[in-house]
Structure formats: C-alpha cells, structure tokens
Nanobody
C-alpha cells in the first residue's frame, strides 16, 4: 500500500518561512515526478510545484512568484517544498502527490494516483 505523509506545516507570520517534507512508503519514487498542491477553504485544489526524477522543477508562477523551491532527496524524504516570504494568501492545506499518469501534464491533480493527507499551513498577517 502506497502512503504519502506530509510534515512541516504550521502557523507562521507573514514574511516567514516553512519547509514541507513528504515521505513515501510502499513505492519506489526515485523515477517518479512528484508534486505539491494546495487547497484553501472553498477553493479548488491548486498546483504549486512539481519535480522530475532529474531534479528539474516546474512551478505555478502565478502563485509561487519565485518564493517557493521544490527539491528532492530520494535517499531520505523524497520531496521538499521550501516556502519563503509567505503571505496570508498562502494559507491552505498542502498535499504531496506521486504516481503521475500523464508525463506532460504534471500540473493537473487528476493525473496523480497517490496523495497524502495534507499538512496545514497558516500564515497570519
């Protein structure tokens, strides 16, 4: 059984930083594209960033605006999301995703087979 477990969320003031991590069990993900999505109350799940097995990252620039960095370390937790200069608009539940089924569309939530339970990120103004 594949399990993804996110960690690192919490409450932070605007301008602060958080680093999210995603641990995977039950599946080897070293060759997978992995991604982070987020969902704010009353909104649809939104793509944040994805990373290929090679380490190449793809971002939702409208949301991230150069503030977030996705990285991976297949030897430990396979994917991280470093979030800097956080804004209240970043408040959401952040989800880790794996098992991309459409290689050229890593920004679509429906293209991922496996999801974590999410970690809450709250940014106060």
């Amino acid at each position: 059984q594949v399990q993804l477990v996110e960690s690192g969320g919490g409450l932070v003031q605007a301008g602060g930083s958080l680093r999210l991590a995603c641990a995977v069990s039950g599946r080897t993900v070293s060759s997978d594209t992995m991604a982070w999505f987020r969902q704010a109350p009353g909104k649809e799940r939104e793509f944040v960033a994805a990373i290929r097995w090679s380490g190449t990252g793809t971002y939702n620039l409208d949301s991230v605006k150069g503030r977030f960095t996705i990285s991976r370390d297949n030897a430990k937790n396979p994917v991280y999301l470093q979030m800097n200069s956080l804004e209240p608009e970043d408040t959401a539940v952040y989800y880790c995703a794996a098992g991309l089924t459409a290689y050229y569309s890593p920004n679509r939530a429906s293209n991922y087979a496996y999801w974590g339970q999410g970690t809450q990120v709250t940014v106060s103004s």
